[in-house]
């Protein structure tokens, strides 16, 4: 349902009377910006050479890089776990968990390892929530990469939740190497044209670089504030 | 936190900032610590003045064109299903959020950090109908449970405080029994707001950038607080100026680049999380209703002036950070949350010259502001303008430069600052200059060019004197002996 609208037209024509002129009615054109030096940024880099500035820029904002191919994947996801300490994990809903052979590892394997394990259930609200807000582990998919910002970038929808990004206290992105480029420029456009062939946007995109930090005190860098205290990119080797 | 801080006189106020040794040395340490990360951000990127141009051409054209941009931002936003209220005023933009706050019964809201919630005084607002209003971003949580401490910078809002009184606070406040280590104040306060995020029934934003395309609008924080106040609570409210809006993603992406390099020095900070209406019909976490007011309190006034450009503005405080004379007096000088030489140009305009008249003298005319804002805002040349207004409307100037400079503990006996001043903007300088003395200085350097000439600033970059600097490891102010070799 179409949202309210109010006080619009006294605001603008109060706009355009101050600009002294009437109110624009016809569309204005996006102008050819006369500056464009954002295409410039890692022009001609390869698929590796993107992957290696992402590399060295995670050290810089304590996040930890693992380069795997998809048959390695579920060792070294559990791996990953491991390292965080384990359970309890939460998850996304996202078939492409079970297309790199992931679904034996969240299930039976965890079983076994007495890791508690969540897939997020759109049906069952508010216990996604709760157990997120429990939970150890948040894993969820990288949409594209941004190699310049060592960033991943989430979108949100009813089988991904927004909060697995943030409740948990460490998370772990997988970050397919087909996703990854230059820079927020390249992501910028996508998303654009995905909204003018109609598809619309997702309520929330989140661009994540690395764990939550402040330096709010004394200029003094405290990592994990109100998101994970600790993040883990794993690079699949999709190509 | 309404706009004016307090209600001393503007002298009293700088007398207390120098007298402030511990807030002066934190000043004078974020300035070096941000100025260099910020200038090794930029130096990185490469083609700087290229992305300056960018931003500024891309902001000069949403200012020409911002009914339009407003319209398709509105609609945008209300086909997705979120309700849009223009409010002119402060009190209208209070009023309606207060309205559905109070339509969902809410006790509780979390905001994250926002200037213009803080200038239109939405909090004491919502407080008057019985809400608890809890900051959660670190900076302004310490401020919120000290009683309201005024902010003292537009980033870093806690700047004047050390970590003991920040543990003082804590513990007189919330049983605080740590360390004033800041690791652990920190986690303190994510125990406590954590409970807040999970059990709030509203949440608010400000709005770094909102996109007219798609009816998206962009928070950029480091904490990832703003996520907890968009996805959990039902209900949320985004404030934003009513210039603060780009055409589309494509711009959006280059000023939120411009932004955190000019802000901290950050190629991107932790988060930056653009949202599009509420949540879809079956998602599980965001809000169920979803309300953007976009506010004018003043701007548009601005519009259509010679002061139009300072609506380009994106709120990174680069000029603060570059600024000698807010490096001297600290932010809770300036009367006002937006201080330093943005401060001293806005404020006058969105509050009034009868309150901020004394700002625009708050200001050497050094040209340091000018050159490092990423949007190229002239503001030393429109803090000349306020002045030139001001000496017009009240026949004359409302504060002797010569004694204001004194005030500033910058006084004519050194010559060191106008120094330091003129190596930062050299061309600024040009029309006062002949055959290498500088004759009728600007602003304070007319104090002193009464009394004497001065030697015409050389060619040097205020980069590279800034790296000479550094180099030399000192973060206090430049004594003539040290920094002699550089002139
Ligand atoms: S005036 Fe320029 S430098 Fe200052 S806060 Fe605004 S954009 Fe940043």
């Given at each position: 349902?179409?949202?309210?609208?109010?006080?619009?037209?006294?605001?603008?024509?109060?706009?355009?009377?101050?600009?002294?002129?009437?109110?624009?009615?016809?569309?204005?054109?996006?102008?050819?910006w006369?500056h464009n030096p954002q295409d410039e940024v890692l022009k001609g880099a390869?698929?590796?050479?993107?992957?290696?500035?992402?590399?060295?820029?995670?050290?810089?904002?304590?996040?930890?890089?693992?380069?795997?191919?998809?048959?390695?994947?579920?060792?070294?996801?559990?791996?990953?776990?491991?390292?965080?300490?384990?359970?309890?994990?939460?998850?996304?809903?996202?078939?492409?968990?079970?297309?790199?052979?992931?679904?034996?590892?969240?299930?039976?394997?965890?079983?076994?390892?007495?890791?508690?394990?969540?897939?997020?259930?759109?049906?069952?609200?508010?216990?996604?929530?709760?157990?997120?807000?429990?939970?150890?582990?948040?894993?969820?998919?990288?949409?594209?990469?941004?190699?310049?910002?060592?960033?991943?970038?989430?979108?949100?929808?009813?089988?991904?939740?927004?909060?697995?990004?943030?409740?948990?206290?460490?998370?772990?992105?997988?970050?397919?190497?087909?996703?990854?480029v230059p820079r927020m420029t390249q992501?910028a456009k996508?998303?654009?044209?995905?909204?003018?062939?109609?598809?619309?946007?997702?309520?929330?995109?989140?661009?994540?670089?690395?764990?939550?930090?402040?330096?709010?005190?004394?200029?003094?860098?405290?990592?994990?504030?109100?998101?994970?205290?600790?993040?883990?990119?794993?690079?699949?080797?999709?190509? | 936190?309404?706009?004016?801080?307090?209600?001393?006189?503007?002298?009293?106020?700088?007398?207390?900032?120098?007298?402030?040794?511990?807030?002066?040395?934190?000043?004078?340490?974020?300035?070096?610590?941000?100025?260099?990360?910020?200038?090794?951000?930029?130096?990185?990127?490469?083609n700087?003045?290229e992305w300056?141009?960018h931003?500024?051409?891309?902001?000069?054209?949403?200012?020409?064109?911002?009914?339009?941009?407003?319209?398709?931002?509105?609609?945008?936003?209300?086909?997705?299903?979120?309700?849009?209220?223009?409010?002119?005023?402060?009190?209208?933009?209070?009023?309606?959020?207060?309205?559905?706050?109070?339509?969902?019964?809410?006790?509780?809201?979390?905001?994250?950090?926002?200037?213009?919630?803080?200038?239109?005084?939405?909090?004491?607002?919502?407080?008057?109908?019985?809400?608890?209003?809890?900051?959660?971003?670190?900076?302004?949580?310490?401020?919120?449970?000290?009683?309201?401490?005024?902010?003292?910078?537009?980033?870093?809002?806690?700047?004047?405080?050390?970590?003991?009184?920040?543990?003082?606070?804590?513990?007189?406040?919330?049983?605080?029994?740590?360390?004033?280590?800041?690791?652990?104040?920190?986690?303190?306060?994510?125990?406590?707001?954590?409970?807040?995020?999970?059990?709030?029934?509203?949440?608010?934003?400000?709005?770094?950038?909102?996109?007219?395309?798609?009816?998206?609008?962009?928070?950029?924080?480091?904490?990832?607080?703003?996520?907890?106040?968009?996805?959990?609570?039902?209900?949320?409210?985004?404030?934003?100026?009513?210039?603060?809006?780009?055409?589309?993603?494509e711009?959006?992406e280059v000023?939120?680049s411009?932004?955190?390099?000019?802000?901290?020095?950050?190629?991107?900070?932790?988060?930056?999380?653009?949202?599009?209406?509420?949540?879809?019909?079956?998602?599980?976490?965001?809000?169920?209703?979803?309300?953007?007011?976009?506010?004018?309190?003043?701007?548009?006034?601005?519009?259509?002036?010679?002061?139009?450009?300072?609506?380009?503005?994106?709120?990174?405080?680069?000029?603060?950070?570059?600024?000698?004379?807010?490096?001297?007096?600290?932010?809770?000088?300036?009367?006002?949350?937006?201080?330093?030489?943005?401060?001293?140009?806005?404020?006058?305009?969105?509050?009034?010259?009868?309150?901020?008249?004394?700002?625009?003298?708050?200001?050497?005319?050094?040209?340091?502001?000018?050159?490092?804002?990423?949007?190229?805002?002239?503001?030393?040349?429109?803090?000349?303008?306020?002045?030139?207004?001001?000496?017009?409307?009240?026949?004359?100037?409302?504060?002797?430069?010569?004694?204001?400079?004194?005030?500033?503990?910058?006084?004519?006996?050194?010559?060191?600052?106008?120094?330091?001043?003129?190596?930062?903007?050299?061309?600024?300088?040009?029309?006062?200059?002949?055959?290498?003395?500088?004759?009728?200085?600007?602003?304070?350097?007319?104090?002193?060019?009464?009394?004497?000439?001065?030697?015409?600033?050389?060619?040097?970059?205020?980069?590279?004197?800034?790296?000479?600097?550094?180099?030399?490891?000192?973060?206090?102010?430049?004594?003539?002996?040290?920094?002699?070799?550089?002139?």
């Amino acid at each position: 349902m179409a949202g309210a609208i109010q006080n619009r037209e006294a605001f603008l024509n109060n706009i355009a009377n101050n600009l002294g002129r009437d109110r624009l009615t016809t569309p204005v054109n996006r102008p050819t910006w006369k500056h464009n030096p954002q295409d410039e940024v890692l022009k001609g880099a390869s698929q590796d050479d993107l992957v290696q500035v992402l590399t060295d820029h995670c050290e810089k904002i304590h996040t930890t890089v693992i380069n795997t191919t998809k048959s390695n994947l579920g060792s070294t996801l559990n791996g990953a776990v491991q390292n965080y300490g384990g359970g309890p994990v939460v998850t996304w809903k996202d078939d492409r968990f079970a297309e790199w052979g992931l679904k034996e590892l969240f299930t039976n394997e965890w079983a076994k390892q007495e890791i508690d394990y969540h897939e997020w259930d759109f049906n069952s609200a508010s216990t996604n929530i709760n157990y997120a807000e429990k939970a150890n582990i948040g894993i969820t998919i990288s949409e594209y990469t941004l190699a310049e910002s060592a960033t991943v970038v989430m979108l949100s929808s009813k089988d991904h939740g927004r909060t697995v990004n943030f409740l948990p206290k460490t998370y772990i992105a997988l970050v397919p190497k087909s996703s990854i480029v230059p820079r927020m420029t390249q992501a910028a456009k996508k998303l654009r044209e995905r909204h003018l062939n109609g598809k619309s946007l997702p309520a929330c995109i989140n661009f994540i670089s690395g764990p939550s930090n402040s330096a709010d005190i004394e200029l003094q860098l405290v990592v994990g504030v109100h998101g994970p205290f600790k993040a883990t990119y794993i690079i699949i080797d999709d190509l | 936190m309404p706009m004016k801080i307090g209600n001393e006189r503007f002298g009293e106020r700088v007398e207390k900032g120098i007298n402030n040794s511990f807030m002066r040395g934190a000043v004078a340490g974020a300035q070096d610590n941000i100025g260099a990360r910020r200038l090794n951000a930029i130096e990185e990127l490469g083609n700087w003045e290229e992305w300056r141009s960018h931003g500024e051409e891309i902001r000069q054209h949403v200012l020409e064109h911002l009914d339009y941009y407003l319209e398709q931002l509105s609609d945008n936003v209300a086909k997705r299903g979120g309700n849009v209220f223009f409010a002119e005023t402060a009190e209208e933009a209070n009023e309606y959020i207060k309205e559905v706050v109070q339509s969902k019964n809410a006790q509780k809201v979390v905001k994250s950090k926002s200037m213009v919630t803080e200038e239109i005084n939405l909090n004491a607002s919502l407080e008057e109908v019985g809400c608890q209003v809890i900051e959660t971003d670190l900076g302004e949580y310490i401020l919120q449970v000290d009683d309201h401490d005024p902010p003292s910078h537009i980033v870093a809002p806690a700047l004047h405080k050390n970590k003991e009184q920040v543990r003082d606070v804590f513990t007189k406040k919330l049983g605080y029994k740590k360390s004033a280590d800041p690791t652990e104040l920190a986690w303190h306060a994510r125990e406590m707001l954590r409970q807040d995020y999970l059990t709030a029934d509203v949440g608010i934003t400000g709005c770094n950038f909102a996109v007219a395309e798609t009816g998206s609008f962009a928070l950029v924080t480091n904490e990832g607080n703003a996520d907890l106040v968009t996805s959990l609570p039902k209900t949320q409210i985004t404030v934003m100026g009513m210039e603060r809006l780009v055409p589309t993603f494509e711009e959006l992406e280059v000023l939120v680049s411009m932004l955190t390099r000019s802000a901290v020095g950050q190629k991107l900070p932790s988060y930056v999380t653009v949202l599009t209406g509420p949540r879809e019909e079956l998602d599980v976490d965001g809000p169920e209703d979803f309300h953007l007011v976009i506010v004018d309190n003043g701007r548009s006034k601005i519009l259509g002036t010679e002061f139009q450009s300072v609506l380009q503005c994106i709120r990174c405080a680069a000029c603060v950070n570059a600024c000698p004379v807010y490096r001297h007096v600290g932010g809770h000088s300036y009367g006002s949350i937006y201080s330093g030489p943005i401060g001293a140009v806005l404020s006058p305009l969105l509050g009034g010259y009868e309150d901020y008249k004394e700002l625009p003298y708050a200001s050497t005319l050094c040209g340091a502001c000018s050159e490092v804002c990423p949007v190229k805002i002239p503001l030393h040349e429109l803090l000349h303008k306020h002045r030139q207004v001001i000496v017009e409307k009240e026949g004359k100037a409302p504060v002797s430069e010569k004694l204001l400079m004194k005030a500033f503990g910058l006084g004519a006996a050194s010559p060191t600052l106008y120094k330091w001043g003129s190596k930062i903007a050299p061309t600024a300088m040009n029309p006062f200059t002949s055959e290498d003395k500088i004759t009728k200085g600007p602003g304070p350097l007319k104090a002193w060019t009464e009394v004497r000439d001065f030697p015409a600033p050389n060619k040097e970059r205020f980069r590279d004197w800034f790296k000479n600097r550094e180099k030399g490891g000192g973060t206090s102010w430049p004594e003539p002996s040290k920094t002699e070799k550089h002139f």
